[in-house]
Nanobody
């Protein structure tokens, strides 16, 4: 079992940067792939970024490639999402996820709100 707690959301202006963090509990953290999803008002939840258990492989949605960077620190049981050049379209609730493999996410955090004003 893995419990995930997100932090770092907030209100920023277009063009600003923001870093989201996810703290995970459980001794098996380093064996899980992790990622971020987001859900904007009135829209379906969508994949944002993923990272393998060792951090050697990453994947991004086309809409965030070149602007967002996902990374993790297995020694500290944390995973983060650095978001640059934020746009109004990035406004959403962001969820931290974990699972046995990239694309296979079984655990979800409660979410953190990111609002980008234009």
């Amino acid at each position: 079992q893995v419990q995930l707690v997100e932090s770092g959301g907030g209100l920023v202006q277009a063009g600003d940067s923001l870093t989201l963090s996810c703290a995970a509990s459980g001794r098996t953290f380093r064996s899980y792939a992790m990622g971020w999803f987001r859900q904007a008002p009135g829209k379906e939840r969508e994949f944002v970024a993923g990272i393998s258990w060792g951090g050697g492989a990453t994947d991004y949605a086309d809409s965030v490639k070149g602007r967002f960077t996902i990374y993790r620190n297995n020694a500290k049981n944390t995973m983060s999402l650095q978001m640059n050049s934020l746009q109004a379209e990035d406004t959403a609730v962001y969820y931290c996820v974990a699972g046995v493999g990239m694309g296979r996410y079984d655990y979800w955090g409660q979410g953190t709100q990111v609002t980008v004003s234009s």
